[in-house]
């Protein structure tokens, strides 16, 4: 089908960079909430973004601290470097890929208790929790990643983007899809952090966060 072109003027839409380094003094217009936020745990500074670990969790029907962006092609790779030391064992912080409250992937790092800190692949299917994947991880610097192959997801971990490794390859994506999850604004991606029931005064603090298609 064609239509004759409207006599104005071209107004093409600028592409932000495919890296956010947290360097302006306000969110960009591509990051979202999970419900509406009644107070501020979040902060920009020294090109940071630092999120506040709360109790409320993204299993649940509140605003957890998260704060994400949507996935836009079948074929992308979304990447993260976070500076976070768990106080406690109830404490976790990273990467989410969602769909809602009852499906999703947590790639977090968690905090210590009996066992050093480790880095977990959390699935959520249907609002049951299962560790899908798990390794120690002593240092609080870590770089995070999930790359999107069609019905596949992969994450992985590492001290830099040039050294990664996976923590769990191929792993159903259609969690996240609206015919198994039955939601309706597509799958979600970004940085998440709670003290899962717990008051905490901990936070989180997010270097800079890279969406890309390939």
Same mark, same amino acid.
């Given at each position: 089908?064609?239509?004759?072109?409207?006599?104005?003027?071209?107004?093409?839409?600028?592409?932000?960079?495919?890296?956010?380094?947290?360097?302006?003094?306000?969110?960009?217009?591509?990051?979202?909430?999970?419900?509406?936020?009644?107070?501020?745990?979040?902060?920009?500074?020294?090109?940071?973004?630092?999120?506040?670990?709360?109790?409320?969790?993204?299993?649940?029907?509140?605003?957890?601290?998260?704060?994400?962006?949507?996935?836009?092609?079948?074929?992308?790779?979304?990447?993260?470097?976070?500076?976070?030391?768990?106080?406690?064992?109830?404490?976790?912080?990273?990467?989410?890929?969602?769909?809602?409250?009852?499906?999703?992937?947590?790639?977090?790092?968690?905090?210590?208790?009996?066992?050093?800190?480790?880095?977990?692949?959390?699935?959520?299917?249907?609002?049951?929790?299962?560790?899908?994947?798990?390794?120690?991880?002593?240092?609080?610097?870590?770089?995070? *990643?999930?790359?999107?192959?069609?019905?596949?997801?992969?994450?992985?971990?590492?001290?830099?983007?040039?050294?990664?490794?996976?923590?769990?390859?191929?792993?159903?994506?259609?969690?996240?899809?609206?015919?198994?999850?039955?939601?309706?604004?597509?799958?979600?991606?970004?940085?998440?952090?709670?003290?899962?029931?717990?008051?905490?005064?901990?936070? *989180?603090?997010?270097?800079?966060?890279?969406?890309?298609?390939?």
């Amino acid at each position: 089908m064609e239509d004759k072109f409207p006599n104005l003027p071209e107004s093409p839409v600028a592409l932000l960079p495919a890296r956010d380094d947290f360097d302006t003094d306000s969110l960009r217009f591509c990051w979202n909430f999970l419900r509406t936020p009644f107070e501020r745990w979040y902060e920009l500074k020294n090109s940071r973004l630092y999120i506040n670990l709360r109790p409320q969790k993204a299993t649940e029907l509140v605003n957890p601290s998260l704060i994400a962006r949507r996935v836009e092609d079948h074929r992308f790779k979304a990447i993260t470097s976070m500076n976070f030391k768990p106080s406690s064992v109830n404490e976790e912080a990273g990467m989410i890929i969602m769909q809602n409250d009852r499906f999703q992937y947590r790639l977090v790092l968690v905090g210590k208790g009996k066992t050093p800190q480790e880095l977990r692949l959390i699935l959520v299917k249907d609002g049951k929790e299962e560790i899908l994947a798990r390794v120690p991880y002593k240092i609080n610097e870590v770089v995070l *990643a999930v790359q999107g192959d069609g019905l596949k997801y992969s994450f992985l971990y590492g001290t830099s983007e040039d050294q990664l490794e996976f923590l769990g390859k191929d792993v159903d994506a259609t969690v996240c899809s609206t015919n198994v999850a039955k939601g309706f604004i597509g799958p979600f991606v970004g940085m998440y952090a709670s003290s899962n029931g717990k008051v905490s005064k901990n936070k *989180a603090a997010f270097d800079w966060f890279s969406y890309s298609k390939y």
